[in-house]
């Protein structure tokens, strides 16, 4: 079965200082992997996402995020942290990576706290 | 781009009675949407996947006769909570498919007193 796991329910960070979410899957064959943030009461934003290529992938917000097929994991991080990135982070993976429509399956969430 | 909302943000209604939450993708067509629920604190939970002219398919354990899902359009589908009970009582987040991407609508607060 597919799955996606966030081992840290959550990660205190001082600004300024780098931080990173951790994130790791189980799913057979290649998969498509995002990383989305939640604000309260919000729906969720996308920060980036892989599919192929370079391992490291840069997003929005100054995130970035490295593949890593052999321990499979797909960690977000950020260099320098704001209070402003302090917010719920989900890690998610596609199930079907043919189909235009297939669904997120998504990880049980990170909150991130960035204190000043 | 690819903007999708959700109407109403935030309800509140009797025990009972019925909601509708309606879901559009603003600037694109989208032939899948998605419904989840999110408890407090919680991960998002896969509630059906709506396709545009065709029934949606609901995944195990939610019960489709009380969540109805409409999907009239390429822009529009609809969840309609029947007979609403306070354990219905739940943030839920409609996505749309575009290009292998997912966007999500800002979410809708029911309350059911």
């Known amino acids: 079965a597919q799955s996606v796991a966030q081992p840290e329910d959550q990660v205190n960070v001082a600004e300024g200082n780098p931080l990173t979410v951790k994130c790791t899957y189980s799913?057979?064959?290649?998969?498509?992997l995002f990383w989305y943030v939640q604000y309260p009461n919000r729906g969720l934003q996308f920060l980036l996402k892989?599919?192929?290529?370079?391992?490291l992938v840069k997003g929005s917000y100054g995130f970035e995020a490295e593949f890593n097929k052999s321990q499979t994991s797909f960690h977000l991080k950020k260099p320098s942290a704001l209070v402003s990135d302090s917010a719920l982070y989900f890690c998610a993976v596609r199930v079907s990576r043919s189909s235009n429509t297939g669904k997120l399956i998504f990880g049980q969430g990170t909150t991130l706290q960035v204190k000043p | 781009g690819a903007v999708v909302s959700q109407h109403p943000s935030w309800v509140i209604c009797k025990s009972g009675t019925s909601v509708k939450i309606e879901c559009r993708s603003l600037?694109?067509?989208?032939?899948?949407m998605f419904w989840y629920r999110q408890f407090p604190k919680q991960s998002l939970m896969l509630m059906a996947t709506?396709?545009?002219?065709?029934?949606?398919?609901?995944e195990q354990g939610v019960e489709k006769d009380k969540f109805l899902i409409n999907h009239a359009s390429l822009t529009l589908s609809t969840l309609t909570v029947t007979s609403a009970h306070p354990e219905d009582s739940s943030f839920y987040i409609c996505s749309a498919s575009s290009h292998y991407e997912q966007y999500f609508g800002p979410g809708t607060r029911l309350t059911v007193t």
């Open positions: 799913v057979s064959g290649n998969p498509y």
């Open positions: 709506s396709n545009e002219g065709s029934k949606a398919t609901y």
């Open positions: 892989y599919i192929t290529g370079d391992n």
């Open positions: 600037d694109f067509q989208a032939t899948t």
